[in-house]
Protein backbone atom coordinates (compact mmCIF):
# COMPACT_ATOMS: atom_id res chain seq x y z
CA UNK A 1 0.00 0.00 0.00
CA UNK A 2 1.62 3.51 -1.01
CA UNK A 3 -0.34 6.49 0.34
CA UNK A 4 0.09 9.86 -0.96
CA UNK A 5 -1.23 13.15 1.00
CA UNK A 6 -1.62 16.31 -0.40
CA UNK A 7 -3.54 19.70 0.14
CA UNK A 8 -1.66 21.44 2.80
CA UNK A 9 -0.59 25.16 2.35
CA UNK A 10 -0.71 28.43 4.43
CA UNK A 11 -3.95 29.54 5.98
CA UNK A 12 -4.62 32.69 8.59
CA UNK A 13 -6.13 31.72 11.93
CA UNK A 14 -9.97 30.49 11.73
CA UNK A 15 -9.38 29.41 8.13
CA UNK A 16 -9.99 25.70 6.74
CA UNK A 17 -8.04 23.13 4.86
CA UNK A 18 -8.69 19.64 3.36
CA UNK A 19 -6.25 16.98 3.60
CA UNK A 20 -6.86 14.64 1.07
CA UNK A 21 -4.49 10.79 1.57
CA UNK A 22 -4.68 8.96 -2.01
CA UNK A 23 -4.28 5.04 -1.23
CA UNK A 24 -3.26 2.86 -4.40
CA UNK A 25 -2.88 -0.79 -3.55
CA UNK A 26 -5.65 -2.96 -1.65
CA UNK A 27 -7.61 -1.45 1.18
CA UNK A 28 -9.19 -4.49 2.99
CA UNK A 29 -12.24 -4.08 5.39
CA UNK A 30 -9.79 -4.35 8.42
CA UNK A 31 -7.81 -1.86 7.93
CA UNK A 32 -7.46 1.30 9.79
CA UNK A 33 -6.80 4.66 8.46
CA UNK A 34 -4.98 7.42 10.39
CA UNK A 35 -3.79 11.42 10.26
CA UNK A 36 -0.84 12.11 12.59
CA UNK A 37 1.06 15.26 12.82
CA UNK A 38 4.52 16.53 14.02
CA UNK A 39 5.52 19.95 14.53
CA UNK A 40 9.12 21.07 14.95
CA UNK A 41 11.07 19.01 17.73
CA UNK A 42 7.83 17.69 19.03
CA UNK A 43 6.79 14.31 18.67
CA UNK A 44 4.28 12.80 16.28
CA UNK A 45 0.94 12.61 17.50
CA UNK A 46 -2.10 11.33 16.66
CA UNK A 47 -4.90 13.47 15.49
CA UNK A 48 -7.98 11.64 13.89
CA UNK A 49 -8.54 7.68 12.86
CA UNK A 50 -11.22 6.23 10.59
CA UNK A 51 -12.17 2.08 10.31
CA UNK A 52 -12.05 1.54 7.12
CA UNK A 53 -15.47 -0.71 6.63
CA UNK A 54 -17.78 0.70 8.85
CA UNK A 55 -16.45 4.32 8.89
CA UNK A 56 -16.01 5.14 12.73
CA UNK A 57 -14.27 8.30 13.47
CA UNK A 58 -11.87 8.97 16.63
CA UNK A 59 -10.43 12.23 17.46
CA UNK A 60 -7.15 13.66 19.86
CA UNK A 61 -9.16 15.61 21.96
CA UNK A 62 -7.37 18.89 20.06
CA UNK A 63 -9.07 17.88 16.68
CA UNK A 64 -12.71 17.47 18.67
CA UNK A 65 -15.33 20.38 17.09
CA UNK A 66 -12.60 21.30 14.42
CA UNK A 67 -11.67 18.34 12.40
CA UNK A 68 -13.43 16.09 10.37
CA UNK A 69 -11.72 12.79 9.17
CA UNK A 70 -13.90 11.04 6.28
CA UNK A 71 -12.98 8.57 3.83
CA UNK A 72 -14.34 7.41 0.25
CA UNK A 73 -13.86 3.84 -0.39
CA UNK A 74 -14.75 3.88 -4.48
CA UNK A 75 -11.89 6.39 -4.52
CA UNK A 76 -9.29 4.90 -2.20
CA UNK A 77 -9.00 8.18 -0.55
CA UNK A 78 -9.47 9.54 2.93
CA UNK A 79 -9.71 13.07 4.11
CA UNK A 80 -9.33 15.40 6.90
CA UNK A 81 -11.31 18.87 6.83
CA UNK A 82 -9.28 21.31 9.25
CA UNK A 83 -11.76 24.03 10.49
CA UNK A 84 -11.17 27.10 13.12
CA UNK A 85 -7.28 26.71 12.27
CA UNK A 86 -5.08 27.65 15.11
CA UNK A 87 -1.28 28.44 15.02
CA UNK A 88 -0.68 25.61 17.13
CA UNK A 89 -2.28 23.63 14.24
CA UNK A 90 0.72 24.56 12.30
CA UNK A 91 3.26 20.41 11.55
CA UNK A 92 3.50 18.22 8.72
CA UNK A 93 0.52 16.53 8.56
CA UNK A 94 0.87 12.71 7.69
CA UNK A 95 -1.79 9.72 6.66
CA UNK A 96 -1.12 6.12 7.65
CA UNK A 97 -2.54 3.38 7.40
CA UNK A 98 -3.14 0.16 9.81
CA UNK A 99 -3.58 -3.31 8.71
CA UNK A 100 -5.28 -4.68 11.53
CA UNK A 101 -7.52 -5.85 12.48
CA UNK A 102 -8.32 -4.02 15.70
CA UNK A 103 -10.96 -3.15 17.61
CA UNK A 104 -10.62 0.28 16.80
CA UNK A 105 -7.90 1.97 15.37
CA UNK A 106 -4.29 2.67 17.29
CA UNK A 107 -3.59 6.25 18.40
CA UNK A 108 0.18 5.09 18.64
CA UNK A 109 2.61 5.88 15.42
CA UNK A 110 4.70 2.86 15.75
CA UNK A 111 1.59 0.78 15.05
CA UNK A 112 0.79 1.76 12.19
CA UNK A 113 2.21 0.18 8.97
CA UNK A 114 2.19 1.99 5.89
CA UNK A 115 2.62 6.12 5.81
CA UNK A 116 2.26 8.95 3.40
CA UNK A 117 5.24 11.46 2.58
CA UNK A 118 3.85 14.64 4.76
CA UNK A 119 1.94 17.54 3.44
CA UNK A 120 2.93 20.94 5.78
CA UNK A 121 -0.08 22.92 7.16
CA UNK A 122 1.09 26.73 8.50
CA UNK A 123 -1.16 28.79 10.06
CA UNK A 124 -0.51 32.58 10.88
CA UNK A 125 -1.54 34.38 13.62
Known amino acids: VQLQACGGGLVQAGGSLRLSCAASGNIFSGYNMGWFRQAPGKEREFVAA????????YYADSAKGRFTISRDNAKNTMYLQLNSLKPEDTAVYYC???????????????????WGQGTQVTVSS
Open 50 to 57: ITWSVGST
Open 96 to 114: AADRGPRPSPPRQYYEYDY
